[in-house]
């Protein structure tokens, strides 16, 4: 995502770029790449933008409780990882909780192959749309006529 950001920015080495590489938190970041894209996509490739972006949000909640939750084993769920929110690590959990697969049950959440699996799939179709986004910012000719972009829309269901 940072290439398609850098490329509207007019490169990482331009003072756009540089100041949006300095930008160390999401909120102004996000302000950024909004009025941006306001300024640099036309209609069509903002809502790939957009859709894209909701994609990539979802994909990173899951990551960041892989990332910054508690990681746990339970006998009863042995097929499963579990994941408490450290907030809650020191508060009894519901032991009659139902185990599921990447569900939640209020502040743990149980994890299994599969869930990895879907976690991998969401970030090589996040990856491979954003590639794709990516030549069409630069303008490269993949997207001859439009294809490309209609293509990525039909993909993100626009």
Not at 11 to 30: H, K
Not at 38 to 50: A, K
Request: some cysteine; hydrophobic content about 40%.
């Amino acid at each position: 995502m940072l290439d398609i950001y850098l490329a509207m920015l007019g490169g990482p080495n331009d003072s756009a770029g540089i100041a949006f590489l300095a930008l160390e938190t999401q909120g102004p970041r996000s302000a950024v790449i909004e009025a941006v894209a306001r300024e640099r996509l036309g209609e069509q490739e903002r809502e790939i933008l957009h859709a894209l972006l909701k994609k990539v949000k979802a994909a990173q909640k899951t990551r960041n409780k892989l990332a910054h939750w508690n990681w746990g084993y339970s006998p009863q769920l042995p097929d499963y990882f579990v994941l408490v929110d450290p907030r809650e690590a020191t508060r009894v959990l519901d032991p009659g909780a139902p185990p599921g697969s990447g569900k939640q049950y209020d502040k743990f959440l149980a994890f299994d192959a599969s869930d990895f699996e879907g976690l991998i799939q969401d970030c090589e179709l996040i990856c491979g749309i954003a590639r794709r986004l990516l030549f069409i910012v630069q303008g490269y000719s993949t997207n001859q006529d439009g294809a490309l972009i209609q293509k990525l829309r039909q993909e993100l269901g626009l």
